[in-house]
């Protein structure tokens, strides 16, 4: 069966300090990956999304990015982060054989604190 | 561009209740329409889906029409539990990718 771990569960960084967090699946190959932001309160913001190696859209500019450096594996970076930076980081796969009707899979999400 | 608007939250009802968690979407094309589901400090779970009009999708006592004409994915069960408490999320398809496109979630809490 197909699983996806993300870590770490939390996070507290100062303001300016650097964020690396990482994304893996496991029994599926060709995932689409995606990394979402939940905001306290609000809905879920979808960050980037990548449909292979190398391969990474941005949704909305921001002072974040994102790389596919194999196939299963999508990490979220950061050089400096910000305070409007906190919130609830989600990734996610999906499948690329189903279309539009496949569901996305979740993480567990990292709950990140900038101080 | 595609858009969801979900029930502003949060909910909060006695257990047995009726629940209905109003969802209305704006789409070009035939979007495929889905329910999460978010327990406290977890990701998302998918809850239920449709992929075509009139379509119902089901899945825990939870239930869900696609409803074209009123462009519409209400939520409902019958009989709600403590268990159920959580945050729904109503979403739909669009997109490349299998981007997604959610509401802004409804909170919902059930009192024994």
């Known amino acids: 069966s197909q699983t996806i771990h993300q870590w770490p569960a939390t996070l507290v960084q100062p303001v300016g300090s650097p964020l690396s967090l990482e994304c893996t699946v496991e029994?599926?190959?060709?995932?689409?990956l995606y990394w979402y932001r939940q905001a306290a309160g609000r809905g879920l913001q979808l960050l980037f999304y990548?449909?292979?190696?190398?391969?990474i859209s941005s949704e909305v500019p921001q002072n974040l990015s994102a790389s596919r450096p194999q196939d299963r594996q999508f990490i979220l970076s950061s050089k400096k982060l910000l305070l409007s930076d906190s919130g609830f980081y989600l990734c996610?796969?999906?499948?690329?054989?189903?279309?539009?009707?496949?569901?996305?899979?979740f993480g567990n999400g990292t709950r990140l604190t900038v101080t | 561009g595609n858009s969801v608007t979900q029930m502003e939250g949060p909910v909060t009802l006695s257990e047995e209740a009726f629940l209905t968690i109003n969802c209305t979407y704006t789409?070009?094309?035939?979007?495929?329409l889905f329910w999460y589901v978010q327990y406290p400090g977890e990701g998302l779970q998918l809850l239920l889906k449709?992929?075509?009009?009139?379509d119902k999708g089901s899945n825990k006592g939870f239930e869900a029409t696609y409803r074209k004409e009123t462009t519409s994915f209400h939520l409902e069960k019958g009989s709600v539990q403590v268990s159920d408490s959580a945050v729904y999320f109503c979403?739909?398809?669009?997109?490349?990718?299998?981007?997604?496109?959610f509401g802004q979630g409804t909170r919902l809490t059930i009192n024994p």
């Open positions: 449709a992929t075509k009009a009139d």
């Open positions: 990548s449909v292979g190696i190398g391969q």
């Open positions: 996610a796969w999906s499948s690329r054989t189903g279309g539009y009707n496949s569901p996305l899979h």
């Open positions: 979403a739909l398809s669009g997109g490349g990718a299998q981007k997604l496109v």
């Open positions: 029994g599926t190959s060709n995932p689409n």
């Open positions: 789409a070009t094309g035939y979007p495929s």
